[in-house]
């Protein structure tokens, strides 16, 4: 029992640091909701690396080409000329109706050979901008921006400390279970963005960064040999000092129904990247899952089986309960705060809701498992399959037509 009271305390105690971070993550959505920035809205280039056709890529590319600024192009860049999502692109922009619609240009980068696809891919199309371009935006097919989604991510770059905007993914569910629980396991890293922009990450999905930046700081020589755009983009920031401005605005909501295999798949990829580009927030995710599942987990062991024995079982069960409700009071705060920015209704329905008051502890498991699965260094993205040796050196061991 002492020992499961220290492990309880334990959880307890990480409950309420998560908790404090919930509250953190709302107050600065809400304040940042409220904020006026300069207008600012010179040429940019937007890149959109495509691998395959995603749910909803029609949707998607259409919302784009739909946004609300005044000069922009967009670059999409595929390894393959019969890419089948080229074909989806192309259908998009004929059946696109607004009259100043922004130039799209295709260039197909070849296959990779030392490096990820989506990172040669983007090597291969910054070359490729206009000259008059002053900054480069990246976005991922399986994101659905609003219509001012670009008008908010260049906006912060007016001022020029700031190395990077940078918004993030939001799983909006379809389907079961495996669909709710990948959107609750990604919700913990959403929140993990806020006012500190020294400990702000890129997500290479939604992020925005001024040319001159990405250029003196030799982004894309530094892509070379890597498999991750955004974790590589965001060391070459903080290794120069510059902020990296995370944007409320610029939740992208992501509609995709998953399986359990497609979630694990998912999950288990992004810690084995994380354990390769940063090995300190693995080994963090990996103790903390490990110390909350010992507490919460083997707590209702522990109730169960003093419950068969007929002894008593009030104190671990009030502890469990205690643990459960700080849980389900930051995911509710998070939940809301995000309800701001996203209008789907699929936000505010009760299954969603109960999905992110109940699955967070599932959540917890499944991060333990991916941390653990990370020992393997081997991914597959995009039908490609990946030894990671290091942060620099990438080795392609399979490619899939």
């Given at each position: 029992m002492w020992a499961y009271y220290f492990l309880a305390a334990i959880s307890?105690?990480?409950?309420?640091?998560?908790?404090?971070?919930?509250?953190?993550?709302?107050?600065?959505?809400?304040?940042e909701l409220k904020q006026e920035y300069p207008e600012f809205t010179p040429f940019v280039t937007v890149f959109v690396p495509c691998r395959g056709t995603d749910a909803g890529l029609s949707e998607n590319f259409t919302a784009i080409l739909a946004q609300d600024?005044?000069?922009?192009?967009?670059?999409?860049?595929?390894?393959?000329?019969?890419?089948?999502?080229?074909?989806?692109?192309?259908?998009?922009?004929?059946?696109?109706?607004?009259?100043?619609?922004?130039?799209?240009?295709?260039?197909?980068?070849?296959?990779?050979?030392?490096?990820?696809?989506?990172?040669h891919n983007l090597r291969f199309a910054v070359a490729e901008a206009d000259p008059q371009s002053a900054v480069f935006v990246f976005v991922d097919t399986d994101a659905r921006p609003s219509n001012r989604w670009l008008r908010s991510l260049v906006a912060p770059l007016s001022d020029e400390s700031i190395g990077a905007a940078t918004g993030y993914r939001w799983f909006v569910a379809r389907g079961g279970t495996a669909a709710h629980l990948r959107s609750v396991w990604n919700?913990?890293?959403?929140?993990?963005?806020?006012?500190?922009?020294?400990?702000?990450?890129?997500?290479?999905?939604?992020?925005?960064?001024r040319r001159e930046t990405f250029e003196r700081l030799k982004v894309a020589e530094r892509w070379r040999g890597t498999v991750s755009d955004d974790f590589t983009l965001t060391r070459v920031l903080h290794d120069a000092a510059l902020p990296i401005k995370f944007v409320p605005q610029c939740?992208?909501?992501?509609?995709?129904?998953?399986?359990?295999?497609?979630?694990?798949?998912?999950?288990?990829?992004?810690?084995?990247?994380?354990?390769a580009y940063a090995p300190h927030l693995w080994k963090a995710v990996l103790?903390?899952?490990?110390?909350?599942?010992?507490?919460?987990?083997?707590?209702?062991?522990?109730?169960?089986?003093?419950?068969?024995?007929?002894?008593?079982?009030?104190?671990?069960?009030?502890l469990l309960l205690v643990i459960?409700?700080?849980?389900?009071?930051?995911?509710h705060l998070r939940l809301r705060a995000v309800r701001l920015v996203i209008a789907d209704r699929r936000l505010r329905s009760f299954t969603t809701t109960l999905a992110h008051l109940t699955l967070w502890p599932m959540a917890s498991l499944l991060f333990l498992g991916n941390a653990l699965a990370a020992i393997s260094r081997r991914i597959t993205w995009r039908g490609i399959t990946y030894e990671l040796k290091s942060s620099t050196e990438t080795v392609i061991i399979r490619r899939e037509s």
């Open positions: 307890i105690w990480l409950g309420l640091s998560s908790l404090r971070g919930g509250l953190r993550f709302a107050r600065y959505l809400h304040a600024y005044p000069a922009f192009e967009i670059i999409v860049v595929s390894d393959r000329a019969d890419d089948e999502a080229l074909a989806v692109v192309a259908e998009a922009r004929r059946s696109f109706e607004k009259q100043d619609s922004p130039l799209v240009r295709v260039v197909i980068a070849g296959a990779a050979t030392g490096s990820g696809q989506k990172v919700a913990s890293i959403a929140s993990a963005l806020g006012a500190q922009r020294d400990k702000n990450f890129c997500w290479g999905g939604s992020t925005a960064i939740l992208t909501p992501s509609f995709e129904g998953c399986s359990f295999h497609e979630l694990i798949e998912f999950t288990t990829r992004q810690l084995k990247i994380t354990r103790t903390g899952s490990l110390l909350f599942g010992l507490g919460f987990f083997g707590g209702i062991v522990l109730v169960a089986e003093r419950a068969t024995m007929g002894l008593s079982f009030a104190a671990p069960l009030i459960f409700a700080l849980g389900m009071m930051k995911s």
